[in-house]
């Protein structure tokens, strides 16, 4: 089943970072050269994201992104799309992620028992071994506005306390990942992108990678 274009949801949740205008209208600087506006196709722009160290899995390729979305969707001008089809994970069980190091991540996610710990394993996931973290516990109680998660980093215990906001991630919890990664490897650094709405696209690459990506994409920036 093809799948809707990502548009502006009913609430702008920007993961702890300033709202910036919209990504859409972004100036690209064409890795084909700097002033062309030549319309770039997704492979184009899949190929220039992952010389910046974004890239799709080997068991994932085109054709599944057009299954997905269509063509002509993919081909259109700006990164939003681009972005999403690499965060994204693959429709059905065991619903593996796309890229190793880049997350589409919905703002209202949190259910319950678990959901935090989620949040927690899919960013040291990113950090591809540079972020230690185990023994994940955590407790989600909506009505009783209380919620916790719990892990070791380098085997230190780590408690955090989230705010309850219904079934929405208390995005203060990021910080605690951002400043963890600047202790356990300062090479590398989370990353943010704002796609307008209550999703964003959040992702980890080195501080080289990340300095190709800002002259790619102005508007990724990192994660605070």
């Excluded at 205008?21 to 050269?33: A, K, M």
């Excluded at 796309?98 to 259910?111: A, K, M, R």
């Excluded at 919620?147 to 215990?157: D, L, N, S, T």
């Excluded at 919890?173 to 989370?190: A, I, Q, R, T, Y």
Aim: some cysteine.
């Amino acid at each position: 089943m093809r799948r809707r274009v990502p548009r502006s949801n009913r609430r702008n949740n920007n993961c702890g970072v300033q709202s910036r205008s919209n990504p859409t209208s972004v100036r690209v600087i064409d890795l084909f050269g700097a002033n062309s506006r030549r319309r770039m196709t997704v492979e184009e722009k899949l190929d220039a994201l992952a010389r910046c160290g974004l890239m799709l899995k080997d068991q994932f390729g085109i054709r599944d992104l057009v299954e997905s979305w269509g063509r002509e969707a993919l081909d259109e001008p700006g990164w939003n799309l681009a972005l999403v089809c690499l965060g994204m994970t693959e429709e059905k069980p065991p619903w593996t992620p796309h890229c190793d190091n880049l997350w589409h991540f919905d703002t209202e996610c949190i259910e319950g028992d678990g959901s935090y710990v989620r949040i927690a394993k899919r960013m040291a996931e990113m950090a591809g071994g540079s972020l230690p973290l185990s023994d994940f516990r955590d407790h989600v109680d909506i009505d009783d506005g209380v919620a916790w998660v719990r892990f070791k980093c380098q085997g230190k215990p780590i408690h955090i306390d989230c705010e309850v906001q219904d079934d929405w991630v208390d995005t203060s919890l990021f910080g605690h990942f951002v400043n963890l990664l600047e202790k356990c490897d300062p090479k590398k650094l989370f990353i943010y992108y704002d796609l307008g709405g209550q999703d964003c696209i959040i992702g980890c690459v080195t501080r080289a990678q990340y300095a190709a990506l800002q002259k790619l994409i102005s508007a990724v920036q990192p994660l605070a």
